[in-house]
């Protein structure tokens, strides 16, 4: 079982529809970072999470340590959303990676 | 410089060869961190420097894999002896400090083809 698990893999949505993307995890961490990567392979960290929620414009972030659970939310979605979602988890050194979540959004 | 620099873009390479990746990252991110993602595959740590400590190599699939990294500056991916499996698109990312509570900034990789 992977120490990092995230649902669902490929999610298509129609334009402006509230899409969720969540992920959970089996180790301690330290942080837990949710990660854009777009056609082309470029990364984007959207967010670092040791606790609480985080807020950036259409984005929202949640992360229940107890639960070892966290979950992106998009709101309004757009078809410039349409990447690979990556949650990551900061154990000691490393990083441990979710598989990551495939958004297409629908014109 | 602005963001984390990554040199080259692309690198097709003969099998049995060594190469040299290198890393740029920002100005003042004491954390610096190779990943890999091999076709279709998910994100694989390999190394992480901080600062002057020695480094973790814990992730490195084999001795033909090593990195260098001089104080805060630059770092280097050596793969020596290439074999087809080595490609993929190394990662490279940087932060101001350990244990992932500051942000990291991604450079926008080294495609490798071993051919």
């Known amino acids: 079982k992977n120490e990092v698990e995230q649902s669902p893999q490929n999610l298509t949505a129609q334009e402006g529809e509230f899409i969720t993307i969540n992920c959970s995890y089996s180790?301690?961490?330290?942080?837990l970072h949710w990660l854009q990567q777009h056609p082309g392979g470029g990364i984007v960290s959207l967010f670092m999470?040791?606790?609480g929620k985080k807020k950036h414009g259409r984005l929202i972030a949640t992360i229940n340590i107890q639960e070892k659970h966290s979950s992106l939310h998009i709101t309004a979605s757009h078809p410039r959303d349409s990447a690979v979602y990556i949650c990551a988890v900061h154990k000691n050194n490393d990083m441990r990676f979710g598989a990551g979540t495939r958004l297409t959004v629908k014109p | 410089g602005a963001g984390v620099s990554q040199s080259p873009s692309n690198k097709v390479t003969e099998k049995g060869k060594d190469v040299e990746l290198r890393c740029d990252p920002i100005s003042g991110h004491t954390a610096l961190y190779w990943y890999r993602q091999s076709l279709g595959q998910g994100l694989e740590f390999l190394i992480y420097?901080?600062?002057?400590?020695?480094?973790?190599k814990s992730g490195l699939p084999s001795d033909r894999f090593s990195a260098e990294r001089t104080g805060e500056s630059v770092s280097t991916l050596t793969i020596q002896r290439t074999q087809q499996e080595d490609s993929a698109v190394y990662l490279c990312?940087?932060?101001?400090?350990?244990?992932?509570?500051?942000?990291?900034?991604f450079g926008s990789g080294t495609r490798l083809t071993v051919v």
């Open positions: 420097f901080q600062g002057n400590s020695a480094p973790d």
């Open positions: 180790v301690g961490i330290s942080a």
């Open positions: 999470l040791s606790s």
């Open positions: 990312a940087s932060s101001l400090g350990r244990d992932g509570n500051y942000g990291y900034t």
